[in-house]
């Protein structure tokens, strides 16, 4: 598994795995793609969403 951190910073990795989480559970695993294509679109489409329009529970 690729890490995100930089050596010796463990709780570099934290704000990225929560979001891989978010994005197979709310997105990937519930959608069915026709294409690479497809898939790249929609997951580019997801991401966009996610940062501007998702409803957040903190700050």
């Known amino acids: ?3 995100y ?3 010796g910073y ?3 990795n ?3 795995e929560a979001f891989h989480s ?3 559970r709310e997105f990937a695993f519930q959608t069915t793609f026709s294409n690479f294509e ?3 679109i ?3 489409n997801y991401i966009s969403w996610f940062n501007s329009d998702r409803i957040r529970t903190s700050v």
């Open 1 to 3: 598994s690729h890490s």
């Open 5 to 7: 951190s930089k050596q």
């Open 10 to 12: 463990p709780y570099d």
């Open 14 to 16: 934290g704000p990225i």
């Open 22 to 24: 978010l994005l197979k």
């Open 38 to 40: 497809d898939l790249v």
């Open 42 to 44: 929609r997951i580019s």
